[in-house]
């Protein structure tokens, strides 16, 4: 994407190839709980710790969100969130890759805070045999309401069968001047914290919790 000047790529090892071996080393994570959520034409199914609660939820005929954040925050004052986009048909566009949709996410990151952007890109990955992409971008200072403040997201862009999904994990702090420094622990961490991450065939007639995803491994 043009502009896009400091977005880099992890040398050595893939992201996949770092979960396998388990070159990375993060924190103990809260005991996580799978979530399975139908969206669109599949069901989304992935892991979330257990410290975050639902704050929003909302779709209309294209598009879908749903936003979960830490207990006690609110989908308006929050330090972090996970978010499940989907958006509907546009795996049948052929110019629409998981790359360039995740490109862009990262291009408005960048449009918001030109000066202290910084991004990493993990590259092509496979989901649930799914073409995806997942990347890591930064802002060092935004400003949504007048108190500036940092923000880094992992973004996981999935291409479904008919239908694309993004995962977010988002996380705000004190603002920054500079470039906030990409941690490889902590955010190869949140990507392990979220996964398994699937996509699923609807069961006609199956209801909540949608063992036929939840379950399969």
Avoid at 41 to 70: K, T
Wanted: glycine share 10%; aromatic share 8%.
């Amino acid at each position: 994407m043009r502009g896009f000047v400091r977005f880099s790529r992890r040398a050595g090892l893939t992201l996949g190839a770092m979960l396998l071996a388990g070159t990375v080393t993060a924190a103990p994570a809260p005991e996580t709980m799978q979530v399975v959520t139908p969206v669109f034409s599949q069901l989304v199914g992935y892991s979330v710790p257990g410290n975050f609660v639902p704050a929003a939820e909302n779709s209309n005929a294209d598009q879908y969100i749903q936003e979960l954040v830490l207990s006690g925050q609110t989908a308006q004052s929050w330090t972090q969130m996970i978010t499940l986009t989907g958006i509907k048909g546009l795996a049948a566009n052929p110019n629409a890759t998981p790359q360039a949709l995740a490109l862009r996410i990262g291009g408005g990151f960048q449009q918001a805070c030109p000066t202290s952007f910084q991004g990493t890109s993990f590259g092509e990955i496979k989901l649930s045999g799914h073409d995806a992409f997942a990347l890591v971008v930064s802002c060092g200072t935004a400003d949504a309401s007048g108190k500036p403040f940092s923000e880094t997201a992992l973004v996981i862009v999935i291409k479904g069968q008919a239908d694309y999904y993004t995962l977010q994990w988002a996380e705000r702090s004190a603002a920054s001047k500079t470039p906030i420094a990409f941690d490889e622990a902590k955010w190869t961490g949140r990507f392990k914290a979220l996964s398994p991450i699937k996509l699923c065939a609807k069961v006609a007639g199956e209801a909540p919790p949608f063992p036929s995803c939840a379950n399969r491994k």
